[in-house]
């Protein structure tokens, strides 16, 4: 099927292998995902576990991801510059910006195809300049939650979220994609809505050889929310974020968050697949 993101068949399409009657038979399209810190902070309990942890700091990370495969360099989120000083709560640790570390992982920014946010909260918006040729993908929910809210007192005036939607609405108009609650935006790469943490949050659903990950954007902090079926903090709607939650845990194989410090234990080489 092609990626509904797409006006033809991605170039490099489908892979084949000859079966025993010489016939061509399609490979499954397979992704490889790099693990990309920014650097670690501790923040009050309540903000990562809904009504709880009052008296704790809670140690978490910031990720974005680098999806690569199907001849396509697809980025999860943006990541975020100068923790120390723009992130809000104590760093721990070293911290890196986001373009020394597409550096580091052989990647310009102008040659990212896709820049998909699973939503639109500072510390995964705001370095969206850097990507200057790929199509930003964005849930529809989440644009109209941003730019036309319900209530204004929940989309900010200033500050990141503003900045990229200016952005968006202006010099990047082009290249915004706004999606529905399904989509796919390759073979092999899907977007599902789970809304919970903002209105238009959105999960990344990526085939791997090692399974199907899911990138869970905010609506799972730590891989404890997912085991407790504790929410986060941070929420728009708990019943959504309980929803997510059960659908996260019976499709993935592999449970990527944007915040949990355990994500490179468990992947200790930084990729997936």
Not at 52 to 57: D, I, K, L, M, V
Not at 126 to 146: G, M, Y
Not at 189 to 212: A, D, E, I, N, Y
Request: proline share 6%.
């Amino acid at each position: 099927m092609m990626g509904l993101l797409s006006s033809r068949a991605p170039e490099g399409g489908e892979r084949y292998h000859l079966s025993e009657t010489r016939e061509l038979i399609p490979m499954p399209l397979m992704y490889k995902i790099r693990i990309l810190k920014n650097g670690e902070a501790m923040v009050p309990g309540p903000l990562i576990f809904n009504l709880s942890r009052y008296n704790e700091e809670v140690r978490i990370a910031l990720y974005f991801y680098l999806i690569e495969g199907n001849d396509k360099t697809i980025v999860v989120d943006t990541g975020m510059d100068d923790m120390p000083s723009r992130f809000g709560f104590k760093t721990v640790g070293p911290c890196k910006n986001t373009l020394p570390l597409l550096k580091e992982a052989g990647i310009n920014p102008k040659d990212v195809d896709y820049l998909i946010l699973t939503h639109l909260h500072g510390d995964h918006c705001t370095n969206i300049k850097l990507f200057t040729k790929a199509k930003i993908v964005i849930s529809r929910r989440e644009w109209l939650h941003v730019i036309a809210p319900t209530y204004r007192e929940l989309s900010p005036d200033s500050g990141p979220t503003r900045e990229a939607a200016a952005y968006l609405a202006g010099e990047a108009w082009s290249r915004l994609v706004l999606v529905g609650d399904e989509e796919e935006v390759l073979p092999g790469l899907s977007l599902f809505w789970t809304g919970g943490h903002t209105p238009g949050s959105q999960c990344v659903s990526v085939k791997t050889r090692m399974g199907r990950a899911i990138i869970t954007g905010d609506v799972v902090d730590l891989y404890e929310n997912l085991e407790k079926n504790i929410p986060v903090g941070i929420h728009y709607n708990l019943f959504e974020c309980f929803d997510a939650m059960k659908r996260i845990r019976r499709e993935a194989d592999i449970v990527l968050t944007m915040h949990e410090p355990k994500v490179l234990e468990r992947y200790p080489t930084g990729v997936v697949g």
